[in-house]
């Protein structure tokens, strides 16, 4: 890697070396000198900026170096106009890979970025992102979204099939999970074993956030049905439960200073995840809160409001106050 590294600072120190001592020594008359542009182009393929400006001024060293030893302080109008010409084109060569290295680092900085929000985020909106440089060094409390989604019966399942059978299913599942996540423009806070926990509405607001995590947990029914459909042991069949509630939450990024992670917290994350684990006491595929249903009446969608029942009000584990649930059984998200 060390040898990689530098492996053309050695060509390139080579290089100046011979044109210093063609400069010195011989009785050509043109701008020899001018020849250290290749030095600097060459060094710069294994330099940063700062080594950039040191390469560029330790050539324009050598140039009034050999300027002296050849001439002296004396000013030769001829050798002093080429020397002058040299000094231009390497301050200018200078000037033009320092910007370059910008432009790249600008380039890798972006991709970066990309690549970091590519996990968390949709395409769609880790370019929004990217485009309005929004900083992530901040905390924030709005309203939004939140959806877990849990494999039910996975450690069962585990149990009675080989270990690479286990972490295959698992990925394609958690897979699976992003893409309908993705398609319907929401943001995934953090995979949870055989889960994971999403939100809709941050850091970019619509006017169907609601909407988009309704037909996402639908789609996340039909995404699990097709897999059981294609598999050939009916008593591998998995199904999930799917847990929504709306409300306030504060959304910024938590850790140190050497591992940060975007993350929402709050009651509202808090109440969504029981809603989740509440499914399995009504036998639920999805359930969702009055306030998740109020603000997806408030977008207008009545029919995809429709496909939701009154579940009445239930005690939720670790809570006292009852919470209205509303339902969708598999039977009814034929949507």
Known sequence: MHIERVRYLAP???LAIGIFLVDTLSSLQFAVASLY???????????????????GIVCALLTILSYILTHGLAPNGTAALRSGVSLIALLVTTMLVLHRLSANQHVKKVERERMNLARF????????????QTPFSFTRCQR??????????????????????????????????????FSHQG????????????????????LRDA???????????????????????????????????????????????????????????????RV????????????????FMDALSA?????????????????LRGRKDPVRLFSIRRMSCEL
């Open 211 to 273: 909407t988009n995590a309704a037909a996402c947990a639908i789609e996340l029914l039909k995404s699990v049905d097709s897999w059981n459909e294609s598999i050939d042991a009916k008593d591998r069949s998995l199904r999930i439960a799917v847990g929504i509630h709306y409300g306030e939450v504060i959304y910024g990024d938590v850790g140190n200073e050497k591992k940060l992670e975007l993350t929402l917290i709050g009651d509202t994350v808090n109440v969504a995840s």
């Open 121 to 132: 985020f949709s395409p769609d909106i880790a370019e929004q992102l990217i485009k309005a």
């Open 276 to 291: 989740e684990a509440h499914c399995r006491v009504l036998e639920a595929s999805v359930l969702v809160t009055g306030e």
């Open 37 to 55: 542009v290749v030095v600097v182009l060459i060094a710069a393929q294994d330099l940063d900026r700062r080594g950039t400006v040191i390469v």
């Open 299 to 315: 977008e207008n969608n009545v029919e995809l409001a429709a496909a939701f029942r009154d579940e009445g009000s239930h005690i």
């Open 144 to 181: 939004a979204t939140v959806l877990f989604v849990d494999i039910v019966g996975f450690t069962d399942f585990s149990s009675n099939e080989p270990p690479d059978v286990v972490v295959q299913t698992l990925r394609h599942h958690l897979r699976m999970f992003s893409d309908v996540v």
């Open 12 to 14: 390139a120190a080579a």
């Open 187 to 206: 943001s995934i806070d953090k995979f949870l074993g055989d889960g994971l926990m999403a939100f809709f509405g941050l850091p970019l607001a619509s």
